[in-house]
């Protein structure tokens, strides 16, 4: 089964500053995983596909690394509409979903 | 512009049944595969179902099938999912999406909610 970790489960950075969040596969996705920004009241937003590419209309300050089983989106320079809950998802193996980073604003 | 607006859900007992539907607009529906993505309380997300955007082939979690049934109707621009023999794991908010290459949803609705409870 394949299961995706998210760390931290929550995080706090303050407004301007680097927020890096994680996501380990239990078994080698390769390239095959995605980001998604999810705030209250809203479907998700696709940010990263393809484990580095920015879907259309992100901002430049969202940034996705990694391959094989160890991930990572960066947001360069916080800003207070981050705020949200991060997800990250696996599609070499059908679809699963990492549990979540919420990010707070310090 | 691209949208999904989804419907049907609300309360049911458990072992009742419920429809979903999603309403898309703004892009070429029949050229698109498309899933159903769910959100229990307090919990992460889920891939309940997807379809190809013909019909076949479909796919679902271990955890619905043989309960749940997605389908199409791409004269109508619709997609739905029909529920039966309902649990009070299955209370979530559901979400129709747009899938990309069998890969990663690029376009979301906002969710419909459906409670599972007597």
């Known amino acids: 089964e394949m299961v995706l970790t998210q760390s931290p489960a929550t995080l706090s950075v303050s407004p301007g500053d680097r927020a890096t969040l994680s996501c380990r596969a239990s078994?080698?996705?390769?390239?095959?995983l995605a980001w998604y920004q999810h705030k209250p009241g809203q479907g998700p937003r696709l940010l990263i596909s393809g484990a580095s590419t920015r879907a259309t209309g992100v901002p430049a300050r969202f940034s996705g690394s990694g391959s094989g089983t160890e991930f990572t989106l960066t947001i360069s320079s916080l800003q207070s509409e981050d705020l949200a809950v991060y997800y990250c998802?696996?599609?070499?193996?059908?679809?699963?979903f990492g549990q979540g980073t919420r990010l707070e604003i310090k | 512009e691209v949208q999904l607006v989804e419907s049907g859900g609300g309360l049911v007992q458990p072992g009742g049944s419920l429809r979903l539907s999603c309403a898309a607009s703004?892009?070429?529906?029949?050229?698109?595969?498309m899933n159903w993505v769910r959100q229990s309380p307090g919990k992460g997300l889920e891939c309940v179902s997807d379809i190809s955007a013909s019909g076949s082939p479909i796919h679902y979690a271990d955890s619905v099938r043989g309960r749940f049934t997605i389908s199409r109707d791409n004269a109508k621009n619709s997609l739905f999912l029909q529920m039966h023999s309902l649990r009070a794991e299955d209370t979530a908010v559901y979400y129709c999406a747009r899938l990309r290459l069998s890969s990663y949803m690029d376009v979301w609705g906002k969710g419909t909610t459906v409670t599972v409870s007597s």
């Open positions: 703004g892009f070429t529906f029949k050229s698109y595969e």
């Open positions: 078994q080698n996705v390769r390239f095959n």
């Open positions: 998802q696996q599609y070499n193996n059908w679809i699963t």
